[in-house]
């Protein structure tokens, strides 16, 4: 079984993206909706970020705009809430991984906004980089409701730029060009991993094990 990583920066495409893959049969795993998931009334996360971060609780789950004024107005509390969410994603990842293998799935992607900023990519026999021009990104996350320039700026700015995205990727699909254009890269991709004469190129010395 074939295990990718899928990132790219904010604008980017990248949910359309893994959305395409699990279309054309891959299994993919979300991060994101992972997180939401674990801060939703009866999250494992409810708990222990409520109590790190009293006021980000709300009716029994975690108010995501609450939790972000919480950690802009403290340096360190993203450390904190990285070392409360980070092993709960993990977990998650992990059963997601044996539940693929178990069933004889091919290819597996894990959707990883921050693969990159995190290390994830250690682990991984591929990683999928999710690009578009510079102008392209701007104007997709400007017509967000209430983005503005400047918010946009610190978002881009805590992310590993574009450039070097590409230049650590494997793939990088270009989503500046169309829906269609995308979706041919896509399964590109897929039939390339799923060569039997492909051979992952990020292996680490001894069996790849998924990370806890």
Same mark, same amino acid.
């Given at each position: ?12 495409? $990248? =949910? ?5 893959? %699990? ?9 994101? /909706? ?10 494992? %996360? +409810?708990?222990?970020?409520? =109590?790190?971060?009293?006021? %980000? #609780? $709300? ?11 919480? #950690? &802009? ?8 809430? /990285?070392?409360? +969410?980070?092993? #709960?994603?993990?977990? =998650? ?8 293998? $178990? ?17 994830? /990519?250690?682990?991984?026999? &591929? ?28 978002? +881009? ?7 070097? $995205? ?6 990088? +699909? ?39």
């Amino acid at each position: 079984m074939i295990v990718l990583g899928l990132t790219g920066s904010i604008g980017m495409g $990248k =949910s359309t993206t893994a959305q395409m893959f %699990a279309e054309e049969g891959a299994w993919v795993h979300d991060a994101d /909706e992972t997180v939401h998931r674990l801060y939703a009334q009866g999250g494992e %996360a +409810v708990g222990p970020v409520g =109590s790190a971060f009293p006021d %980000a #609780l $709300k009716d029994g789950a975690i108010d995501r705009q609450a939790l972000a004024a919480e #950690l &802009a107005a403290d340096p360190g509390a993203l450390r904190r809430l /990285e070392a409360i +969410v980070h092993p #709960l994603v993990a977990r =998650s990842r992990d059963t997601f991984i044996d539940n693929a293998r $178990k069933t004889g799935a091919r290819v597996v992607v894990l959707d990883v906004p921050l693969l990159f900023e995190t290390g994830g /990519e250690q682990v991984l026999d &591929a990683v999928v980089v999710v690009s578009a021009p510079h102008d392209v990104q701007r104007r997709r996350v400007m017509e967000r409701p209430g983005m503005t320039a400047e918010r946009l700026d610190a978002l +881009v700015a805590r992310q590993t730029p574009d450039a070097e $995205k590409r230049a650590r990727a494997d793939f990088v +699909v270009d989503t500046g060009q169309g829906l269609n254009h995308a979706r041919a890269q896509v399964r590109q991709i897929l039939a390339t991993v799923s060569d039997p004469a492909w051979r992952p190129a990020r292996h680490l010395a001894g069996p790849r094990e998924p990370s806890h």
